[in-house]
């Protein structure tokens, strides 16, 4: 849970740069043509409150959270859309009902807003209809959209729309069955051309979790990008958090070279799997001339510089 914790608050971290944000959704939404203005972003309270059934006595109030949350301004300042992301570094099967209510919470709040500036104008006479709602004929909502950031390098398996969580039932019934679909970006289900489309050092964070379980080909993506030569520390502290690789890099730094933090990663694993095999060989020499299993764990600790606690459980991978 800690490690969780800690990829979740570098990636919301992250996601909370402005120019990082843009990128996301100019990559998302519009194919990497620099539509979103970082400029024209203006962060948003990411609590969401909403009191259902009006204002009224008889109202619950609900309140989430969520991850990042910016409100897009047209170069004229006008209010054209919310967006909003998701971090996820685990999957999340019942995504599609959390960001259903986080968007239809944050629509609700613009009807409760509506309706409040309603009350304070003088001379307007409501409709019966407009009364009732607070919202009157002319009132436009403001759209929004959630996007998804799955951070690990596996497939997303979970449901990509609320349809796909239902139990089976009658199609007659299933046709008006209201339905959600949420908008994912997940590395191991994007091709490099399209992870290409990103412009800032989002296009190496993902390019790394995709192919951070195979080190050869990671060592070749990053001598194919020049960017991996000299990354920023964020970013390289996100994919060192995220991908649990272990990457090793002068601190104070801002700038980090990956291609030599990714080819130093690799002999330490190549060393670590040299010492595995030193380590299964002695503990089955010693199995067969009848040491004990305790007698194995206390030689193993000696002779390979751990702990009586680490050789313990190095012995036990081994001992048949």
């Given at each position: 849970m800690k490690k969780l914790g800690k990829i979740d608050t570098i990636t919301k971290e992250y996601m909370q740069d402005p120019v990082i944000f843009a990128n996301m959704f100019n990559k998302f939404l519009y194919h990497g043509k620099q539509v979103i203005n970082p400029d024209n972003l203006t962060a948003m309270d990411t609590t969401e409150i909403a009191v259902p059934y009006g204002e009224g006595k008889a109202g619950v109030p609900a309140q989430k959270y969520r991850d990042v949350l910016k409100l897009m301004m047209t170069d004229g300042n006008i209010a054209y859309c919310i967006l909003g992301c998701?971090?996820?570094?685990?999957?999340?099967?019942?995504?599609?009902?959390?960001?259903?209510?986080y968007d239809s919470m944050q629509l609700a709040q613009q009807v409760t807003k509506a309706a409040k500036s309603h009350n304070l104008e003088k001379?307007?006479?409501p409709s019966s209809g407009e009364f009732l709602s607070g919202f009157y004929k002319?009132?436009?909502?403001?759209?929004?959209?959630?996007?998804v950031i799955y951070w690990g390098p596996d497939r997303w398996d979970g449901a990509l729309s609320l349809k796909e969580m239902y139990?089976?039932?009658?199609?007659?019934?299933?046709q008006y069955v209201p339905d959600y679909k949420i908008n994912l970006i997940a590395p191991e289900q994007m091709t490099?051309?399209?992870?290409?489309?990103?412009?800032t050092s989002l296009k190496e964070v993902m390019l790394y979790i995709k192919y951070s379980k195979d080190k050869a080909k990671l060592l070749e993506?990053?001598?194919?990008?020049?960017?991996?030569?000299?990354?920023?520390r964020?970013?390289?502290?996100?994919?060192n958090t995220v991908t649990n690789s272990k990457l090793k890099y002068p601190e104070g730094k801002e700038k980090i070279n990956m291609c030599l933090a990714i080819e130093e990663m690799r002999m330490d694993s190549k060393r670590e799997g040299i010492r595995e095999g030193e380590i299964k060989g002695a503990v089955e020499t010693y199995q067969e001339v009848g040491i004990s299993l305790q007698e194995t764990s206390r030689r193993i600790s000696v002779k390979?510089?751990?702990?009586?606690?680490?050789?313990?459980?190095?012995v036990k991978k081994y001992w048949q």
């Open positions: 998701e971090d996820q570094s685990s999957i999340h099967y019942a995504i599609p009902v959390k960001n259903m209510l001379g307007n006479k002319t009132d436009r909502l403001i759209p929004v959209v959630t996007l139990a089976a039932a009658d199609e007659a019934v299933m490099d051309e399209e992870i290409k489309e990103f412009k993506i990053a001598r194919e990008h020049p960017n991996f030569l000299s990354m920023d964020q970013a390289a502290e996100i994919i390979f510089n751990l702990s009586l606690q680490q050789a313990e459980e190095e």
